[in-house]
T-cell receptor, first 114, second 112 residues
């Protein structure tokens, strides 16, 4: 059974720092991996999707990498801002026929201090 | 603007009552999903539907039911058989299997 782990559970850094969030998964047979952002009391917003054949994806100040063989993904945030404060979740898409059945990590709660 | 609308935002019910959560999307997405989120836990899949009039159980379907009579709508009923119904419920949709999931803003259900 696929399991997804995110460490640390919470992270607090000063504004302007570059930071890395980690995601690990137990079964390398994934279809894709997605990173989401969740603000308190809100739904999830998709940030990046990395296909199983890709090594990384970039969107603005965000860069996500994928190493399937080691079961790891990282989300790199450059020049962090207070508006980046949120919970970040990763999810892996298992290759079940026709379905997008995501397995989620528990998330990393990020606080950027002005 | 296209998106997913969940209503209501907050819902309160007495134990033993069934309750239905609404999810509507105008993104023309074929697939729709219901997730449950509890404090300190990741999201868990309740039900999903890939086409109209068809749906499949997720990992925690017991005590829940769904219907998919229209492409735009995927309501979730939390029945009295669900032992711990108090949670944050999230509806999502996607165009196809390898596309990002779009989420609604959730419904927080409290059962007392």
């Amino acid at each position: 059974k696929q399991e997804v782990t995110q460490i640390p559970a919470a992270l607090s850094v000063p504004e302007g720092e570059n930071l890395v969030l980690n995601c690990s998964f137990t079964d390398s047979a994934i279809y894709n991996l997605q990173w989401f952002r969740q603000d308190p009391g809100k739904g999830l917003t998709s940030l990046l999707l990395i296909q199983s054949s890709q090594r990384e994806q970039t969107s603005g100040r965000l860069n996500a990498s994928l190493d399937k063989s080691s079961g790891r993904s990282t989300l790199y945030i450059a020049a962090s801002q207070p508006g980046d404060s949120a919970t970040y979740l990763c999810a892996v898409n298992t290759p079940e026929e026709g379905a997008q059945k995501l397995v989620f990590g528990q998330g990393t709660r990020l606080t950027i201090n002005p | 603007d296209g998106g997913i609308t969940q209503s209501p935002k907050y819902l309160f019910r007495k134990e033993g009552q069934n309750v239905t959560l609404s999810c509507e999307q105008n993104l023309n997405h074929d697939a729709m999903y219901w997730y449950r989120q509890d404090p300190g836990q990741g999201l868990r899949l309740i039900y999903y539907s890939q086409i109209v009039n068809d749906f499949q159980k997720g990992d925690i379907a017991e005590g829940y039911s769904v219907s998919r009579e229209k492409k735009e709508s995927f309501p979730l009923t939390v029945t009295s058989a669900q032992k711990n119904p108090t949670a944050f419920y999230l509806c999502a949709s996607s165009i196809y299997r390898n596309s990002p999931l779009h989420f609604g803003n959730g419904t927080r259900l409290t059962v007392t």
